[in-house]
Nanobody
Framework: QVQLVESGGGLVQAGESLRLSCAASTTIFSIYNMGWYRQAPGKQRELVAR???????NYADSVKGRFTISTDNAKNTVYLQMNSLKPEDTAVYYCNADRWVVGGRRDYWGQGTQVTVSS
């Protein structure tokens, strides 16, 4: 069982920055792909950024050039650096760990952290 705990959310003004952190309960980055998702009120959860266990990254078009995902293996922590924040970035942000196993994809989720960007 993998436990993920997010932190770093808050209320900021447009144009400011935040860094989200996600601490994993065990060493998982060599096994799991890690990602950040977000869900705004009335909308579906969407992928924001993902880093594979091989180190490849991909981002939603809406955050490219502004957000950066990274990992610190020594701390079992994945980060999401968010710069130039916009009001439309307001959402609950969730940390995710995924891997493919026999029978399908296995996902673990954190509890979520609220990010609110005021205009």
């Amino acid at each position: 069982q993998v436990q993920l705990v997010e932190s770093g959310g808050g209320l900021v003004q447009a144009g400011e920055s935040l860094r989200l952190s996600c601490a994993a309960s065990t060493t998982i980055f060599s096994i799991y792909n890690m990602g950040w998702y977000r869900q705004a009120p009335g909308k579906q959860r969407e992928l924001v950024a993902r880093i594979t266990r091989g180190g490849s990254t991909n981002y939603a078009d809406s955050v490219k050039g502004r957000f950066t995902i990274s990992t610190d293996n020594a701390k079992n922590t994945v980060y999401l650096q968010m710069n130039s924040l916009k009001p439309e970035d307001t959402a609950v942000y969730y940390c995710n760990a995924d891997r493919w196993v026999v029978g399908g994809r296995r996902d673990y989720w954190g509890q979520g952290t609220q990010v609110t960007v005021s205009s």
